[in-house]
């Protein structure tokens, strides 16, 4: 296709026939992939590494995988399958990274995607044409470099890459004489053998590395600015995520936390049965902690609860209480910024991880920008990202249509502004969602954006 084509094209980036970058080819870019060759939209998917499976990938060499050794997903298999093709049967409710690994390579053979994949490319920038639509500009790893023109962008380089440290960094970090490390960078617990060691947080990430330390470590210290509920993954024989659908999911709020609190207390019992701080808000007010196994570690002595760290002294770390541990492994699970470093800030920005997009996916000041995954449900994401990426693939093939500009900014801030009555204010929680509530509002909003084309109501 002649570049000039393609800026004429009939999608939100304008022009003849509409052509598709998708950045990343994770579980975000394959399910992207997907939804566009089912309408036969041109596309072209870079991909920094040497294969799919983004995050999930152990030790990928894209440079941007946190996977441990030892980890699994924290919702269920069912839960995180795409509609268009479930999880085998044989997987365990529970699958490891390799598992999922395994299975979004057969989802991307099964759909035939990777004739679409230039893998070892990175996209250095995504500038908007003067005409209309994008010019993506990339380099690959034999230092080959190009820049091409595509009516629309779908970004699924996912939001758990670029770390962040405590801000600021606390007193005496620089002179600590111990290892710093952020979770993003733990793979094996060797490292904390025989050591003194300290994980600060109370996220997924930091409950299970502090469980691993616990059964290597000298001793293994757990830190938090304030509590969490921890959920099992297992409420009786079903998988805990088993007994938040369907009906339960389309009640009250209020209902939903209290049933859920009763559940988990009858199961496991409240956070401060094991020395953890009460939680400062209802169950599903703020992303749940899930762990099958850190209690018993707390029950055992095996894992030691500690306030906020106030400073860092030589070889030991002074808490808020003021109690002293030495310490020789601090490993800080302090979450992620959302950065785009393909994109200017004028462009497009998540300052303080604050994201302005309609219905968590389009730039309202931006045609034919599309952020797909950029979303922290109290679910799995990735079939999440499936409906987004199908209702995104209207858009782009003019089978739907976005409302105006200043639609799409009343709705935002509506959401945001729901979002912030109902979590915790953190960084942690600007791209909240529930999970059942989203995927019925994305499927409304499909429906919506096909009257506006007058097209046929999608099935």
């Not at 080959?144 to 996912?158: I, L, N, Q, Y």
């Not at 440290?165 to 710093?180: M, T, V, Y």
């Not at 302090?334 to 994109?343: A, C, D, Q, S, V």
Request: aromatic fraction near 10%; charge should be negative.
């Amino acid at each position: 296709m002649s570049e000039s084509a393609a800026t004429n094209g009939t999608g939100p980036g304008g022009g003849g026939e509409p052509r598709v970058c998708v950045i990343g080819a994770g579980s975000s870019g394959i399910t992207a992939m997907r939804s566009l060759k089912e309408k036969g939209i041109d596309h072209v998917c870079f991909e920094i590494g040497s294969d799919v499976g983004g995050l999930w990938r152990y030790e990928n060499d894209n440079g941007r995988s946190a996977a441990y050794k030892s980890l699994h997903i924290n919702t269920s298999r069912q839960m995180m399958a795409y509609d268009a093709f479930p999880m085998p049967e044989d997987y365990p409710d529970y699958p490891d990274h390799a598992q999922i690994t395994s299975y979004f390579e057969q989802f991307t053979d099964h759909f035939g995607l990777r004739d679409a994949i230039r893998f070892q490319t990175e996209v250095e920038s995504v500038v908007p044409s003067e005409g209309g639509g994008w010019d993506v500009s990339w380099k690959n790893r034999e230092g080959e470099t190009g820049t091409e023109h595509f009516t629309d962008v779908m970004v699924c380089s996912g939001h758990h890459w670029d770390k962040r440290w405590p801000e600021p960094a606390f007193p005496g970090s620089d002179s600590f004489a111990g290892l710093q490390m952020h979770a993003h960078d733990y793979r094996t617990p060797e490292i904390f053998e025989g050591k003194r060691v300290l994980v600060l947080g109370i996220g997924n990430s930091a409950t299970d590395i502090a469980v691993e330390s616990s059964r290597h470590a000298e001793a293994t210290f757990l830190a938090m600015r304030r509590g969490a509920w921890v959920v099992p993954k297992y409420i009786g024989s079903k998988p805990t995520d088993h007994h938040t659908t369907g009906f339960m999911s389309r009640m009250p709020i209020a209902v939903q936390s209290l049933g859920m609190s009763l559940m988990v207390r009858m199961s496991v019992g409240r956070p401060t049965d094991y020395g953890l701080p009460k939680p400062d808000h209802k169950l599903l007010h703020a992303h749940p902690t899930v762990s099958q196994d850190l209690y018993a570690r707390l029950g055992h002595g095996d894992i030691k609860v500690k306030p906020n760290i106030e400073r860092l002294d030589g070889d030991s770390v002074v808490f808020e209480d003021g109690s002293r541990e030495r310490i020789d492994v601090i490993v800080y699970c302090t979450g992620y910024r959302i950065t785009f470093p393909y994109l200017a800030p004028e462009v497009f920005e998540a300052r303080d991880n604050k994201v302005d997009l309609f219905m968590r996916v389009a730039s309202p000041d931006q045609k034919g920008l599309y952020f797909i995954g950029l979303i922290q449900p109290l679910g799995a994401i990735m079939p999440l990202a499936e409906v987004q990426c199908d209702w995104v693939a209207d858009l782009v093939s003019g089978e739907g249509k976005l409302p105006d500009r200043l639609e799409m900014y009343r709705e935002i801030a509506d959401d945001q502004a729901r979002m912030g009555r109902r979590f915790v204010k953190s960084k942690r929680h600007t791209v909240e969602v529930d999970f059942e509530p989203y995927m019925r509002a994305i499927a409304k909003e499909r429906s919506r954006s096909r009257d506006r084309s007058g097209s046929p109501v999608a099935a």
